[in-house]
């Protein structure tokens, strides 16, 4: 059976391509890769499915261009809150490649942030991985399958279709 040699890889193959560093034949899966840094993006919670099928969508304006924006994971949550309708939320936790991102300082965001915030730009859609989601109350009406990654629920949260994770915790904002 051939194998890429990541314990946690179940696919047969010889070699594990890594999207975030762009290894053809890497030792570590992408959630792990270790030219990456770990930052969060967060969105209303009926995204969720088709984010995790289709992949975060960049926006086309945002405060330091173009891109997918991603912040530290207390900033997102306050922030995604603020932006949500109160039907819940989901953060994504990502490994993303920072040589790829724009980055800034944001201001203070009054009622929102405590203090001026790092923000992250990702200007290519493709070097970045998902390491798992925050679920904050909320239906899930679709699938959700991140074999390799962590789902934590806190909250009041619904699931409709049918889940496939590495690890499920209900419970805390911490991850
Ligand atoms: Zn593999
Ligand atoms: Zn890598």
Known sequence: MPSCGIKECKVEHWSHYCNVCDKGNSDHLPKDCPQGIS???GTKV???SSIIDNGLRP???GRIGSGIYFAGGDVVLDITKHRGDGNGLVVFKCRVNPNYCRTGVHPTWTGV????FNEWCLTDSTK???IGV???DGIVDGDI????GTIMVTGHCKFRGNITVGTLQVGGTEF
């Open 113 to 116: 942030t405590k203090a001026p």
């Open 134 to 136: 925050l679920l904050v």
């Open 46 to 48: 009926s995204n969720i």
């Open 59 to 61: 926006s086309t304006h």
């Open 145 to 148: 399958n991140i074999p390799h």
């Open 39 to 41: 930052i969060y993006h």
């Open 128 to 130: 970045y991985a998902l």
